[in-house]
Structure formats: C-alpha cells, structure tokens
C-alpha cells in the first residue's frame, strides 16, 4: 500500500482535541474511509482543493471551496487546524493529472513555500499545521516532486516561528516502519505514470515519508 497508510492513522494521532474549525488543504482527506474515523460530531471541516472530485460528502456537513491554494480565500486566523497530506508536493507543477486548464502545467518548484505562508495565515495563533510530503533524494518528476533534506528544511523554515516535531516512515518489502531520518535521505519514488510494472520491493508509491507537526507560536502573516 502507498504512503497513506502511514500518513492517515499520524493525523489521526495529532488532530488536536476539542471542538476545531480543521481545513483540508488538498482534500486528501475526502474519502469515505477516512471521513468514517474523523470525529465529525466535534470538527468542522473544510475542504480547499483546485477542482471538484468526483465525490462530495456536503451531507455530512463538509464544506468545499474549489481554488489555488497559493491565494486562499479564508480570513486570517480562522482555522484550530489544517492538515496537508501530500499535497505540497503538486503545488506550481504539472497538475493536468486533475485539472483541465492549461494554466497549472506548472514548473514552479518553490511555490510550495506559497502555500506555507497562506496556511500560516488561515491558521488561528497556537494552532496546529499537519503536514506530510514524500521525502528522500530530491526529485522533480514532473507532476509532483520528491522533497529533500533541504527542501523540508525550507518548508519548516517557510511557516514562521513554531514547535515541531517531524517525523519519519520508510517502506521496505516487508510494510512501513518509523525510520530515521537518515535512513530516509536515500529512498527513491516508485512513478506509476511511467506505466512500468512494480519493481521488486513492490513499492506502491513513496519509499519514505516526512510528517510534520508544526504548532505556530505568533499571529501569521503574509510576508511583505
């Protein structure tokens, strides 16, 4: 299995307790399955993705907004938390994969740094940012790329002031385990797109994964 098996039960984990406004930068999370574990009754939940899907989830009280998530549209400091599972890492590439306009064949790698100030923004003082990316050797594939050591770096870096906590997964043939970071630095991507077959640790996807935590210490703002 890909790297959501790892990535959904750590955000279940770290979704902080209580009643929350939680926005869904990416819809990563709009999918029965996961929504059937998301404390429904307690959240408000928001989702901002580029596109509509196929399926929605408004009679569950789901909200969606469909835009860029470099120009969010909420208001500073509206959301407990916000989560962003792989998502990041399609930010300024070529998203024809998912949508129709010409616009988002992208090469922008760094704007993914963009979308870190808006999160930062949306984000009410003290509140928690959930983040995961594929990690290992820095790799543009095109439609989305793998992030290295420096680039997580930057992308912690990019959201301000903050307590974090990051951690690792490596998958090996044997299933996903928590790793090092430095048993991470190395892991290549499996690429689906490139219609090979499977290789032989059977990767479905990602080989390694950084999940962030990042709990914000002051009133974001956009930079100047």
């Not at 406004?21 to 580029?50: C, K, M, Q, W, Y």
């Not at 490596?170 to 090092?180: D, F, I, M, N, T």
Request: hydrophobic share 40%; net charge negative; with cysteine.
């Amino acid at each position: 299995m890909d790297e959501r098996v790892v990535e959904v039960p750590w955000f279940l984990e770290k979704l902080p307790k209580g009643t929350l406004r939680l926005l869904d930068a990416g819809s990563t999370l709009n999918h029965e399955l996961v929504l059937e574990h998301l404390p429904l009754d307690r959240l408000r939940l928001f989702i901002s993705t580029l596109a509509p899907e196929d399926r929605c989830f408004w009679k569950r009280g789901v909200s969606y907004v469909f835009e860029d998530l470099r120009d969010l549209s909420f208001r500073d400091g509206l959301f407990d938390c916000v989560a962003s599972l792989s998502t990041l890492e399609h930010i300024g590439m070529d998203n024809s994969l998912y949508v129709s306009d010409t616009r988002f064949r992208e090469n922008a790698r760094k704007d993914h740094l963009r979308v870190m100030a808006q999160l930062r923004r949306v984000l009410r003082p003290g509140g928690t940012l959930l983040v995961t990316v594929p990690y290992g050797r820095e790799t543009n594939h095109g439609w989305f790329q793998q992030f290295g050591r420096e680039m997580l770096a930057e992308l912690v870096a990019g959201f301000g002031p903050a307590t974090t906590e990051i951690r690792f997964f490596r998958y090996r043939p044997e299933g996903w385990k928590a790793a090092s970071q430095e048993e991470c630095d190395d892991a290549s991507y499996f690429d689906i797109r490139q219609g090979l077959p499977l290789e032989a640790d059977r990767a479905a996807a990602a080989r390694a994964v950084a999940c962030l935590c990042l709990v914000s210490e002051s009133p974001g703002k956009l930079p100047p």
